[in-house]
């Protein structure tokens, strides 16, 4: 299990100018390749993380909070320079997610999962010019956006309304995500490796565009990526993957 947290870290004060960007808790649902063609007929998954809904702004002043575990990422905040995201605790032990733009300052949110893993985080800019974080508790990758105005770092959502995540192989809807660049730049998918007869595998990819102006991930099409694949082929380790872009994984301290 994870370690119990005692560090007081510089969030207590970040708080101070916390902004409500919500107003209750909601229960992430695993909405990934394996439901890409029928999405609203995800249900919930206990497995998946859930986000306390609310963005606190630290002010365009403020830094990555002491104790953070950090990463440095691609351009977030669309003034040319690279950005940070980060996982830390606060004094109380919550636990929270957080980006630090080098013109607009520090934005985080709450998060909880009943995984025992450590939280990681990676953060990538998508083509359709939506720069979004990813959470990986272990179980489950919950999707969230940063957005300029406010700024904020809001929990992507579904066609349905629900928290759209990708399931790590803990639920029947997907075992990961990949990203792969394009002409126009990087899209998103949701990967399904699925285990069948002599230790073979069939990968699936579905493809997930989020909306750069309302915070939306929908599903395409599912394609085949390959059948009767070895464990050890990296067409399945792909789809077991919890990463996006060349940014760097920022690591929840122990």
Known sequence: MRTAR???LALASLAVAAVVAGCSDTASVSVGSETSSSPSSASPSSASPSSTST???AGPTAGVPDGAGTATTV???G???PDTVWIADDAEGH???GVTTTSHGTVFTGFTSAAPQAASATAA????GAPVVFLDTGRSVELYVYRVEGPSLGVVRGVTGDPYSFSLGFTDYGTGLTCRPEAD???LFGENAVAGSGNTFTVTRTEVTVSAEHSVAQNGARTTVGTGLSADDPRVQAGRGTTCGDGGVAREPQ
Not at 125 to 128: H, K, M, P, Q, R
Request: aromatic residues 0%.
């Open 6 to 8: 005692t560090r007081g």
């Open 185 to 187: 730049g990087l899209h």
């Open 95 to 97: 636990r929270n997610l």
């Open 125 to 128: 800019v998508l083509a359709s």
């Open 55 to 57: 963005t606190r702004s």
């Open 79 to 81: 003034d040319g320079r």
């Open 75 to 77: 351009d977030l905040d």
